[in-house]
């Protein structure tokens, strides 16, 4: 049987001065599920945390918390009385209070108790005998895996985390993003974390939420949103796109790459074929010997080389095309650098292109 949600978010809205910013937003978070608030910045995602918080009232719409609403017509409950476990890009540690006194705030119960849970979290989070320190004598790193201690520690019904990881080191990123999500994992906490990184919501999330002006326009698995974006601009929002253009006449687009299907268009319609820049394939093999239409890779289509540039694990190659004035970019994995002016045959992987209407 499936487990009652932690969280629902129910047709959240909330205005500033007659502007909406937040509008009908709705989600709902399993225990032990980590979501990811997606979005650019400005569009509404830390209002929509603050209103679940508490710390920002709601103009419509309902909170519920393990069975408890929180928000709701005439319902407020304060913050503290939430259950919610709260940690921002400032990890606002007391700058006076120890390590293990940190760790210890928000804990009630006898003193035995307490020390036992802060040393179990100590542990967790890789800082057992750092308990005396204070915070000023840690890295950014080790500040962070207080600051996340201290939230947990109380065994919140829910953690709310916004942008929790923006204030460190790029390089020590990733590896602090993949043991906090260890220790969320193995503590089993229910998990809204707010981010502007796609990057960050693939690599950390069970379930993605795509924000964008005030309201949520795609949720699904990060593989479903990235290889299935419900628009171009959800496209566009995880990697570099490129776009070919063309008109569907009875459920068919023809364009330079061979046609594609295009059913639910009308004839006659703009639709936009979207194709992400790894899936723009060099047609090596047949270089320079013209086309050979085939079911999965369509037509190959000629393009000129402008710029070629190395970024570490591909090279990105941006072509001029001859059609359309189109200029395409293929990410080819590995060192490949061909000088610009070298004529190239483009394929595309046609189970990889999305189709929008213009
Ligand atoms: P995000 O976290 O996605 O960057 P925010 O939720 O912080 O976005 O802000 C969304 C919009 O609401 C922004 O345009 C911001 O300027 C505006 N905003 C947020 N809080 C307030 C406030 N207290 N008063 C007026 N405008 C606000
Ligand atoms: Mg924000």
Known sequence: MQQPPRLVVDALSRSFGGRRVVEDVSLTIAPGQVTCLLGPSGCGKSTTLRMIAGVETADQGRVVIDGDTVVGPGVHVPPEARGIGLMFQDFALFPHLSVARNVGFGLKGDAQARQARVDELLEKVNLAGYGQKHPHELSGGEQQRVALARALAPRPRLMLMDEPFSGLDNRLRDGIRDSTLEVLKAEGAAVLLVTHEPDEALRMADEIALMRDGRIVQRGAPYNLYNSPTDRAAAAFFSDINVIEGVSRGALTETPFGRFLTPGHADGAKVEIVIR???????????????????????????????????????????????????????????????????????????RCFVFAA
Not at 303 to 327: I, P, Y
């Open 277 to 351: 820049p790894q899936h723009l394939k060099i047609d090596f093999d047949r270089a320079g010997r013209g086309p050979h239409p085939t079911e999965l890779e369509g037509t190959p289509a000629r393009g000129t080389v402008l710029r070629a540039r190395f970024l570490g694990r591909e090279s990105l190659v941006e072509f001029a095309m001859d059609f359309q004035g189109a200029r395409l970019t293929a990410a080819v994995p590995g060192v490949f650098l061909p000088k610009p002016g070298t004529v190239l045959w483009l394929m595309i992987r046609r189970d």
